[in-house]
């Protein structure tokens, strides 16, 4: 029998994609290093459908149909290019390399080259669900040629999450790294929901007085409205959940360190490069990276802080309802950034990233999946060289209803020394995009006035020079 795809790299994600594929008819060959992991897939989940298991590349490689479709899950970095160097002499002119794993898109940019040189397709596919997502439909964003998307589409369309609509979400998102560039992006915008949604959960207990399982329910109320997510309904899971060790709230026995593996700081370091503000993504990286430095905490938490004023029953139901504009808001600005820098990366890159369908695939099997991505993608839709989400008018209405609970949620917060980096840089962003003046000109006048570095005026073209050290005359530059 010849497999009409293989899959290399068995741990949690590339055994369910496998297990996906299988379920979804197509006849599929299994291979991993640790030839364990293989026997192990097939004594489990072998009757599910129609594996071939290979022990060797050459087995694994001789297994697939041609043009070959290999799949390598494997970690990202080093272990991926040793399994394409492993790989690659074996394949033929028209074979496909998906690489599932979360690659940095410049190794995408640099393998897909690479193996474009000797006729091979190098296909970067950013793939978000975790585990669940891999076996019932992940969110798949495939780069790569169009040659090769014509082939894999119909198979991948098969294995991807559903929207709503029925829509499969999947969709060839540009040449060599830009699947890659959205999937980091992604996981930005992620890092970001997850922040602004933890920032909600500690107003809501510290300045509204509630109990975690008093958030869980408030969440769940949320969660029937425009804040319709996989992540707000996973929260209320979690704040309800009770340690059966302590009998306390879960939320109160976890260490209070959170971790990353790096997409988030990748998106800051990209837009960086990119000149793209994402203040709301770095915040959210940054709020991990602080809550890490317990040394740091240790010695800091002598400070002094403002004397709590716990709100009565009727202000914190008032205020819940205020979390819930500020919440809305800060997400809005957060998409908002992110779709920027995949603008700004299809512009740079020359991807012409189609942001509609961006938003449409996300709209099932991944993390952040939401009902409001339906939102963002009727907006695209209506408008594809949209500048800014802010500039559709739906969104531009609904912060402008938001914002005033938005800045009452900010001056509590700031009085009752509750830490809002997330909704705090999502409203400076919103304020300084719409302020007719910034201080930036007083900036330009400082770098001219010790560096040179010319200011250009507003009422006449050129740059221009104010001899600050002499007689303060102003020379065109
Ligand atoms: P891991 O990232 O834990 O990787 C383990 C797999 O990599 C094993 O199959 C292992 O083989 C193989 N491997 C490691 N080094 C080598 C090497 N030098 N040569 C050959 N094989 C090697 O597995 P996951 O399933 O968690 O993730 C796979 C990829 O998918 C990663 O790139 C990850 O970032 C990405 N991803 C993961 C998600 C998740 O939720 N976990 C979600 C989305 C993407 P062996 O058994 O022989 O050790």
């Not at 009770?242 to 209070?256: G, K, N, Y």
């Not at 940054?286 to 709590?308: E, I, N």
């Not at 500039?391 to 914002?403: L, P, S």
């Not at 509750?418 to 300084?432: N, R």
């Amino acid at each position: 029998t010849s497999a009409q795809i293989g899959v290399t790299g068995l741990a949690v994600m590339g055994r369910n994609l496998a297990r996906n594929f299988a379920r979804n008819g197509y006849t599929v060959a299994v291979h991993n290093r640790t030839v364990s992991r293989t026997q192990a897939l097939m004594d489990e989940f072998g009757h599910e459908g129609d594996f071939v298991a290979a022990e060797s590349a050459k087995e694994f490689v001789a297994a697939l149909e041609r043009p070959r479709r290999l799949v390598i899950m494997v970690k990202a970095g080093g272990p991926t290019d040793a399994v394409i160097h492993e790989f690659a002499p074996l394949l033929e002119s028209g074979d496909m390399i998906i690489d599932g794993g979360n690659a940095h898109f410049e190794d995408t940019r640099r393998r897909e080259k690479e193996l474009r040189d000797r006729g091979i397709h190098f296909v970067g596919t950013g793939i978000s669900g975790g585990e669940e997502g891999a076996l019932h439909g992940p969110s798949i964003m495939p780069g790569g040629s169009g040659e090769s998307y014509a082939s894999l589409g119909p198979m991948l369309e098969k294995i991807a999450a559903k929207a709503p609509d029925g829509a499969p979400c999947v969709t060839h998102v540009g040449p060599d790294g830009a699947g890659h560039f959205v999937k980091m992006v992604h996981n930005g915008i992620e890092y970001a929901d997850m922040q602004l949604i933890a920032e909600a959960y500690q107003l809501l207990r510290d300045v509204g007085g509630y109990s975690p399982r008093q958030i869980a329910d408030i969440f769940r109320t949320w969660n029937q409205g425009r804040l319709d997510s996989y992540l707000i309904e996973i929260t209320a899971e979690v704040l309800s959940h009770q340690d059966a060790m302590t009998d306390e709230p879960f939320v109160d026995v976890v260490q209070d360190q959170a971790e990353q593996k790096g997409t988030g700081r990748w998106t800051v370091q990209i837009a960086l490069d990119l000149g793209v503000p994402v203040s709301g993504i770095a915040e959210a990286v940054f709020a991990r990276s602080l809550s890490g430095h317990t040394d740091l905490r240790k010695a800091s938490r002598g400070l002094a802080g403002p004397k709590a004023q716990p709100l009565d029953r009727d202000e914190a139901g008032r205020f819940a309802d205020q979390v819930e504009q500020a919440l809305y808001a800060s997400k809005i600005v957060s998409y908002t950034q992110g779709f920027h820098e995949i603008a700004a990366g299809s512009q740079e890159y020359g991807w012409d990233i189609d942001l509609g369908a961006i938003a449409s695939i996300w709209r099932g099997g991944c993390i952040i999946r939401a009902a409001f991505l339906d939102r963002i993608r009727t907006a695209y839709d209506a408008r594809p060289d949209l500048p800014s989400l802010l500039a559709d008018q739906g969104f531009a209405r609904e912060i402008g209803t938001a914002q005033d609970d938005w800045r009452a949620v900010l001056v509590a917060a700031t009085q009752q020394g509750v830490p809002t980096p997330g909704f705090s840089a999502a409203l400076a962003y919103y304020d300084a995009l719409r302020a007719e003046r910034l201080p930036a000109a007083l900036t330009q006048g400082q770098r001219d006035f010790f560096g040179a570095h010319t200011y250009r005026r507003t009422d006449r073209e050129g740059s221009f020079h104010t001899r600050w050290g002499g007689d303060r005359a102003e020379v065109s530059a």
